[in-house]
């Protein structure tokens, strides 16, 4: 990006989230969200800031009282999951919350040592043996970059800078924003994490 475009995209999020409900949705692909600042690498229709949160999200400190990432987490290399967080939570306000969607490690790993083919996704012209569903859909077919378990997670939250983690059931939170779990999806192989700033 041109640095034209970078005070152009900077300027228009400043915007963005004067002027809406600062709610953030990262990564929202193409299930961007009416009343949501919509926030994605690519430039999809409904995508309100087209950026890579591996270099910074273009919005001011203490912006956004909430801010929702499901199933992206996962697809970021290992070395930049810790300063995703830390970008995120700079422009939480203080006592604003994350609410992350990851597939959990663990059901997967439970459902093939109990030998349940059904709980994976992967059609058997992909993969016919258990042992090639996990891998097929731990990794999914390639693009998951860093599995995710709710200890691993909670860890590079605090590593981040957040002060408070705790596992949630799909649509249920701690917080006092209700509209928070709106977002949820992938309920049968999602994990739910929410941290405070």
């Not at 990564?27 to 950026?51: K, M």
Request: proline share 6%.
């Amino acid at each position: 990006m041109d640095m034209t475009n970078a005070v152009h995209t900077t300027t228009h999020a400043a915007s963005l989230a004067s002027r809406r409900s600062n709610r953030l949705h990262i990564g929202c692909g193409s299930c961007a969200e009416p009343g949501w600042i919509n926030v994605d690498r690519l430039e999809v229709p409904g995508v309100n800031v087209a950026c890579d949160i591996r270099q910074a999200l273009p919005l001011p400190p203490a912006t956004c009282e909430y801010a929702v990432a499901m199933h992206v987490l996962q697809d970021l290399a290992y070395c930049d999951i810790i300063p995703c967080l830390t970008e995120v939570r700079r422009v939480l306000t203080d006592g604003g919350i994350l609410r992350l969607g990851l597939p959990d490690l663990e059901k997967a790993v439970h459902a093939y040592l109990r030998g349940d083919d059904r709980y994976f996704y992967v059609p058997d012209e992909d993969a016919a043996d258990i042992g090639a569903k996990l891998v097929a859909q731990v990794t999914w077919y390639g693009s998951v970059r860093t599995p995710m378990t709710y200890g691993f997670v909670k860890e590079q939250l605090f590593r981040a800078g957040f002060r408070a983690v705790r596992r949630c059931e799909c649509r249920q939170t701690y917080g006092p924003y209700p509209e928070i779990v709106s977002l949820d999806n992938r309920v049968r192989e999602s994990l739910y994490v929410e941290a405070v700033r």
